[in-house]
Each structure stands twice: as structure tokens, then as C-alpha cells.
């Protein structure tokens, strides 16, 4: 597969908060597998890619800023394979995922959409929202602040000004959900899945597992989690997939985020297999 020429696009470090090293080490053991089969593969940065024309016919990344984006949705116009997709990863900005899953029928938190200089009080105390997430809307997140914790309406409410003076426009807050945190990494249509408690040893970029406390290990259905993943990355248009969810009581759960391309830390090795078998794939298709 010599003839196969490869842009490998990085991520920025401003999009890994806490992750840069895990983040460049999925992605490079990523572009050694491709390299170990046969693939010409160009690795830019982000500020690289954005001001350098790309010649390869097939982009795989990890890019988020939005001038990134914007020029992978044109490759991609332009018949490019390009993985993720610069539309997927666009839908996986916390607004349009959430309205997204929503539509798809996704076990998501009951949420309010709002813009940052709303008063969003009385809606929260209509639906009787007490504790929830407040998330930045726009983009992914940037800051440990953009994913906040709030005890009750009026903390939400004072979190929002914040946003505002901060610049940014619209947030969703998330109905707060007790349960089992469990975060989780696949490759959309593949076997390979992996989950695990956070909570036991595992750095989370803001520190946000212990807000649940030590899991329970309630009993949950790993294929029908799996599953609702497969319909989370047809409804956002994302191959390459991570994750959190909330295990309740009753077995049953809700997923609370889901993100475009994870650092696969504690996985990294049979993850990369995973992406690189299925990249390889997707190219060999590509090329008919």
C-alpha cells in the first residue's frame, strides 16, 4: 500500500487540557501501524494543516480548532476520506451533540439549552432541576471551568454569568445524575470496546469522577451500552469514539458525553490495532 498517500493531522494542545501526552501517543502509535502497512504517511500540526495545503488524498485526525474543521469539511466536499469526520467532529460541540443524541433517541440527562446571558432559573425550577452540569455549548470543551458542578439553580444561574463575561455564548446544563460513572472507547462497527470505573486510578482531565463517588459496580448490559454507541456515531457521524455514562440503579444508564477521537490511555495499544484495521479498511473502500 506504498502508493497510499496519508495526512496524519494532530491535535492542538489547547484541545487535550491535562491530555496532550496521551493524545500524541494514540495518535502516533495510530500513524506507526499505517506506516507498518505499507501507508506514505505526512504527520501536521494543526497550525500546519490549517495554513499548508494537503496534497494526500486521505486525512485521519485529530483536529478540533474550528479553522481545522472548516477546512476538513471542504477536503471532504472535495471527495477526500477524511477520519473523524470535520462534520462529525463539529457535531460532537456540546449544543449540537446534545440535540443530536437527543433526536436519536440516545439515553441522554434531561437538559436545557440556553444562551449565557438567559435567566434560566425558572426553567430549572419548572422541570425541578435541582443538581446539574453546566457545559459549555459552542465548542469542545478548553478549561477545567467549561464543565461545571452545580448544587442548585441559582449556582447554574451565577455559572452561566461567568460564561458570559468569559465570551462565550450558549451552554447546555444537564439534569445531575447519581449512579455509577463509567467511561468508555470504541471504534464505530468494530468488536473492539472498552470500559472502566474512572473513579479507581484512572486521571480524568478535570478531576470531575469523584463528583459521583466510589461506583457501586451496579450490573449493566456492556452490549447494549456498545449499541446505543453505534447509534450515538450514526446520529453524529464519528468513527473514532469516547465517552462517559452513568450507570442507575436499576442497570439502566444514560450517556453523558460523548467525544471525537479520546487519548484511549488505558487501552492504547489494542485501540490502535482497532483504529489502524479499521482506517485500512475505510482506505481500501475509499480506493474502488
Known amino acids: 500500500m506504498s502508493e497510499i498517500k496519508v495526512a496524519g493531522v494532530m491535535r492542538a494542545g489547547a484541545f487535550s487540557p491535562n491530555h496532550i501526552g496521551n493524545d500524541a501517543a494514540i495518535f ?30 486521505i486525512v485521519i485526525n485529530m483536529a478540533r480548532e474550528s479553522d481545522s474543521l472548516m477546512k476538513l469539511r471542504a477536503l471532504e466536499k ?17 449544543e449540537l451533540m446534545t440535540r443530536l443524541l437527543m433526536a436519536a433517541s440516545v439515553p441522554y440527562p434531561e437538559s436545557v439549552i440556553a444562551g449565557t446571558d438567559e435567566n434560566v432559573i425558572p426553567e430549572l425550577a419548572r422541570r425541578g432541576i435541582v443538581e446539574c452540569w453546566v457545559k459549555r455549548g459552542e465548542s469542545h470543551s478548553l478549561h477545567r471551568e467549561d464543565v461545571s458542578f452545580c448544587r442548585h439553580p441559582e449556582e447554574a444561574q451565577d455559572m452561566l454569568h461567568e460564561y458570559f463575561y468569559r465570551g462565550i455564548k450558549r451552554a447546555v446544563i444537564n439534569r445531575h445524575l447519581k449512579g455509577d460513572l463509567v467511561k468508555f472507547y470504541g471504534v464505530r462497527g468494530e468488536k473492539f470496546f472498552y ?51 452513568i450507570i442507575d440503579a436499576d442497570g439502566s444508564f444514560s ?14 495499544k489494542e485501540a490502535a ?3 489502524s484495521a479499521y482506517i485500512l479498511a475505510k482506505i481500501k473502500n475509499f480506493m474502488k
Open 28 to 57: 502516533n502509535e495510530v500513524m506507526e501501524q499505517l506506516r507498518k502497512r505499507g501507508c506514505n504517511v505526512t504527520v501536521y500540526s494543526e497550525s500546519q494543516f490549517q495554513t499548508q495545503d494537503i496534497p494526500e488524498p
Open 78 to 94: 472535495e471527495g477526500r476520506l477524511v477520519i473523524n469526520s470535520g462534520f462529525g467532529i463539529t457535531n460532537c460541540t456540546r
Open 195 to 245: 470500559w472502566f470505573y474512572p473513579f479507581f486510578g484512572h486521571k480524568e482531565k478535570y478531576g470531575l469522577d469523584k463528583i459521583n463517588g466510589e461506583p457501586e459496580e451496579i450490573a449493566f448490559s456492556v452490549e447494549d451500552l456498545q449499541a446505543q454507541c453505534e447509534v450515538a456515531c450514526e446520529a453524529l457521524d464519528v468513527d473514532i469514539y469516547g465517552g462517559d455514562c
Open 255 to 268: 450517556i453523558i458525553d460523548f467525544n471525537d477521537w479520546p487519548s484511549f490511555a488505558p487501552c492504547r
Open 273 to 275: 490495532q482497532a483504529i
